[in-house]
């Protein structure tokens, strides 16, 4: 089954994607110091709903360099707006410079700090958006998701990127590493969470590293 998602994977990797040629320098840039982004599966999952909901207001939570915030700003309309959150100052520093060279129009905000925290702020201001995008810390990804619930709005899309942990989310606890387990078991709990919560309609992918697209009714 592995060998099939990896051959497929390797066919997608293989098709030209038609990205101008700023964002697969950007890319490559960022493949070079081992610096993990959205994979091309992933990319055009992404693009697609992208196309389709045409959303105004999106929330990206875990910026890393900026390179996913900058690839969906490729395929949003000049009203759109893209607020994302970063942790890390190292990457928040990185981020700042390649928005203010890749940003023009200044559709991009970036708040730093723990999302947890950022969150429950967004939530107290009865902030509102029409898509999510969560590629953040995976062992927190059920510890965001009633403040995630609550800033989409009806019909919105959440979309949970590296759902799949390399495959290790299929596997039994007890054959996952003792280091690994927590994380193990949040994802495991997230993916429930997803799947039985009646606000949403969800879909679980292979493409990339495995990624939810969760409608909320």
Known sequence: MMVEHERFESFLESIPDGLPEYLTDFEIENIKENIP?????????IRFMLEM???LN??????ATGFSSVFMLEF??????????????????????NFNKFDKNKQITLIEGDATDIL??????DKTYDFIFMDAAKGQYINFFENIKKLLVSGGILITDNMLQEGRLLDSRYTVVRRDRTIHRRMREYVNALLTDKEFETMLLESGDGMAVSIKK
């Open 37 to 45: 982004i959205i994979r091309k599966g992933s990319q055009r999952i």
């Open 120 to 125: 429950s702020e967004l939530v107290s201001k």
């Open 53 to 55: 909901k045409k959303p």
């Open 76 to 97: 949003l309309n000049k009203k759109a707006k893209i607020t994302t959150i970063e942790k890390m100052e190292d990457r928040v520093v990185k981020a700042e410079k």
């Open 58 to 63: 999106i929330l990206e939570v875990g910026t």
